[in-house]
């Protein structure tokens, strides 16, 4: 069985997804997910410049042989970019070898360890009163995790996660106007004295039984994430999420000694490198990593076995901008783990959306139902795919009051 073409997809309804599609003597193809948000055209011209061409004629069912041929091969290892590339190769490997065993992708890794993945929304409000409407808003939709994101009194602009007045699309934060990205305002003292309380409100409305997250976006220095986390210990958070950039990974260990606060950490990381450190000295609790980001399943499922070792769950990455395709690959790791925590879930939910990419994947009462079909359990239809094309788009960058260039 040989590769014999691989093509590249760049668009879709109201984002740039880089969808790979592989193709082989035997009629069967996998689907892979190659988007990197707001830098969608790089992994997309990686893969038809240089990996594409060093695939065709390889077997399929070689996964492993193949993802260290490009890890190793490249000498110049890791990187966004080229994880991303590798990961949609790796995971529509996975979808043909799923395909030519008639299974979902899941029974390969080692079948179900339960039917239904715990899956958490995203809640935001211009103020609290907003916020605790949105919280509600999601609870009756059959949630029973949310994200909780609100506007800090005083601050010029929004803060992370918070839609502007006005802002149709209150889950999706690229802005297409153009590439050069708006700027947004941080103020840490305000936030540090609001939010604390404003969680605390939200837990005594909604009673112990939701699971409250809470995403800080690398925002706060080590001294302040300590501060901030032992302030909100009493809330009973299901997770503290980025508290402080993670690029000085000691500094979780000074969090760690002032709080209990469970902290998730991971999203724009991209290997095994990346996490070790912190997975082995057990410095979080949840991992947050994307199959696309991190390089596909081949390397995510090392990373969730290490995770496994060491207490720590998973808590895969689900922004919008990570197409169906990988939202089903996790949807099968998710099925798989037995150290699954909790998966990230916004709505892709259009019909052009549904068109483009058909699934029986679906949602019931705050639960990610994995699919029976063979392969991921997503296909993609070209025609539609034509109706698309990219757009370029950018997210904010953050400054302080006095101009400094801050963390996103």
Known sequence: MKIIDAKVFVGGPGKNYVTLKVMTDQGVYGLGDATLNN????????????????????????????????????????????????????????????????????????????EGALVYAHANGADLEDLMDSIASYQEQGYKAVRVQCGIPGMPTAGYGVADKGQADKQFITDFSGIRPKEEIWDADRYMRFMPDALSQIRERFGAELKILHDVHHRLLPREAAEFAKSVEHVGLFWLE????????????????????????????????????????????????????????????????????????????????????????????????????????????????????????????????????PGLGVDFDEAEASRYSYKPGSHPVVRLEDGTLWNY
């Open 39 to 114: 830098r969608e055209t790089l992994p997309a011209a990686y893969l038809k410049d240089y990996l594409i061409p060093n695939l065709i004629g390889r077997d399929p069912r070689n996964s492993e042989d193949i993802w260290q041929y490009f890890y190793r091969g490249a000498y110049f290892r890791r990187g966004p970019i080229a994880m991303a590339a590798f990961g949609a190769i790796d995971m529509a490997l996975w979808d043909i070898k799923a395909k030519l065993a008639g299974m979902p992708l899941y029974q390969l890794f080692g079948g179900k360890s339960r």
């Open 242 to 373: 980025d508290p402080t950039p993670a690029d000085d990974q000691d500094a979780l260990k000074f969090l760690r000694q002032h709080s209990t606060v469970p902290i998730a950490i991971g999203e724009v990381f991209n290997s095994i490198w990346d996490c070790k450190q912190l997975i082995e000295n057990e410095l979080i609790d949840f991992i947050r990593v994307a199959v696309t980001y991190a390089g596909g399943i081949t390397h995510v499922k090392r990373i969730v076995d290490l995770a496994a070792l060491h207490h720590v769950r998973t808590g895969f990455h689900g922004a919008p901008s990570h197409s169906p395709l990988c939202m089903a690959a996790q949807a099968h790791l998710n099925a798989w783990a037995p150290n699954f925590g909790i998966q990230e879930y916004l709505t892709l939910g259009t019909a052009e959306c549904d068109a483009l990419f058909p699934s029986n994947h679906r949602m019931e009462q705050g639960m990610m139902m994995v699919s029976d079909e």
